[in-house]
């Protein structure tokens, strides 16, 4: 999986954590702190870097890419098949595991315009800002050679495109929504097990899912939670509306939209009644939690089936499902950027279009499952016949493609991953520890609000 928000850097995908190039300073004394490997973009943080030496690749033009977290191109053989389609190029690529170790040093070399890749990645949940602070550093990649912006959901062609028409990313990946959950689970609590009866049970309202935990809770095999974690949860029911932290003008609405406090405090009184766990997603104790099978349900865009699979003992396989969420959503996502300083910016944008193509994001969700962006791919068999050794005969693909299809086109705003990220850490989190909601609710928002004014 990607590292991507909440607090995997996830809540806008692959949930947030955003710093603006306003606030210069602050970043620069971020990635001073980091260290001169990350002022480089080589941080590694147990990620996976490529020799940049150009040894061995005489002749050939070196394409670099920088990413964060698991994007899986190499490893579902895309970059092998672009080589030799091209055998003048050559693809490395430095991985940093985190994005919200990667984010700061990408500010940074953007700031600066030194120190670039050829291609860099930005998340879903930082594109706002790019578009809004750095566009001009940055090609029009609606010019790369075969783009067409119909390829893509127009959602998420908008999310890269400035005021004046420039597209500066090419949207990878896309996190659709649904509920995965445990059916040998559910089914010793009671509960029923079909995916359709479960999806027709919480149609339309998350407080409905509430209502399954409960039931679930009542008789649930000992030492097991409903859902994962409160972070989880709250970035599914967030990511299924429209506005959110901003409205449309670009305004900072997140504390006068009843949406957020009302998402805050069902997932704080669902913490209280010890629905959900009380980890925080992608750390240590949290995936033990998947290994020792301590949940029965989990918030899940495609990308989070591999993130079970990492963690989970080798007979959960097929004792998964997939059901419809209770409203469709989408978290996490991702784009390819080029930008203007970098080495190869010619080669850099063939590459991109190829690898975002929908051909090879067909290729990527088949061996990956990392859900395409561009909806010709819904009709493709790699779609329409997906399935995961997780979840057994689910219908994944046509399960994630329908909830692509009907999300929202959201608002996102500059600073998401700030408020995402700080409604959970400083928030949520200290609901489990025994805080009132109302409590954590007031320490969230002053702290979010601090961020905001620096």
């Known amino acids: 999986m990607r590292g991507r928000t909440l607090p995997h850097s996830r809540l806008g995908s692959r949930g947030v954590k955003t710093r603006r190039s306003a606030r210069r300073a602050v970043v620069l004394a971020v990635t001073a702190a980091m260290g001169a490997g990350l002022l480089a973009g080589c941080a590694d943080d147990g990620g996976s870097g490529s020799d940049s030496s150009g040894g061995g690749n005489s002749g050939k033009t070196v394409v670099k890419m920088g990413l ?3 994007f899986g191109f190499k490893e579902a053989g895309l970059y092998d098949e672009y080589e030799k389609l091209n055998p003048n190029i050559k ?3 430095n991985v940093t595991q985190r994005n919200e170790n990667y984010y700061p040093a990408l500010v940074n070399h953007l700031t600066t315009n030194a120190g ?9 949940g930082n594109i706002a800002e790019v578009v809004s602070t750095q566009a001009d550093k940055l ?8 783009v067409k912006s119909s390829d893509w959901l127009d959602w998420k062609w908008q999310q890269a495109t400035t005021k004046d028409g420039r597209t500066i990313g090419l949207g990878t990946d896309v996190g659709p929504v649904g509920i995965c959950y445990r059916k040998d689970l559910f089914e010793k609590a ?3 097990t079909d995916r359709e009866e479960l999806a027709k049970s919480w149609a339309g309202d998350w407080k409905k899912l509430i209502k399954v935990g409960e039931e679930y809770q009542k008789n649930a095999p000992e030492g097991t939670t409903f859902m994962d974690s409160p972070g989880g949860l709250m970035s599914a029911i967030l990511g299924s509306e429209k506005v959110r932290f901003y409205d449309k003008s670009g305004k900072v609405i997140y504390k006068d939209n009843p949406v957020v406090k009302q998402s805050f405090m069902m997932t704080a009184k669902a913490a209280q009644d010890g629905l959900v766990g009380a980890q925080t997603q992608f750390q240590p104790d949290w995936n033990t939690t998947i290994a020792n099978s301590k949940f029965a349900a989990i918030a ?3 990308w989070m089936l591999g993130t079970l699979k990492e963690h989970s003992k080798g007979d959960t396989k097929g004792k998964w499902d997939v059901a419809v969420a209770p409203k469709s959503g989408n978290w996490g996502g991702a784009f390819l950027s080029v930008p203007k300083s970098g080495k190869n910016v010619k080669e850099a944008m063939k590459l991109a279009a190829w690898l975002t193509a929908p051909e090879q994001q067909a290729k990527l969700f088949k061996v990956q499952g990392n859900f395409p962006s561009a909806p010709a791919t819904y009709t493709t068999p790699e779609v329409l ?9 689910a219908p994944i693909g046509k399960i994630f493609a329908e909830a692509a299809k009907t999300t929202p086109v959201q608002v996102i705003g500059p600073k998401d991953q700030v408020i995402g990220s700080s409604l959970n850490d400083n928030g949520l989190v200290l609901v489990t520890k025994g805080t009132s909601p109302a409590k954590a609710w007031e320490t969230a928002t002053k702290t979010i609000d601090n961020n905001l004014e620096k």
């Not at 670039?116 to 879903?124: K, R, S, T």
């Open 300 to 302: 899940c865009p495609p």
């Open 116 to 124: 670039l890749m050829d291609i860099q990645a930005v998340e879903v």
């Open 68 to 70: 964060f977290g698991a």
């Open 385 to 393: 016949d997906a399935k995961n050794e997780m979840t057994g005969d």
């Open 91 to 93: 693809i490395e690529e």
């Open 190 to 192: 009671g509960l029923p």
């Open 139 to 146: 090609e029009d990649v609606s010019k790369a050679p075969g």
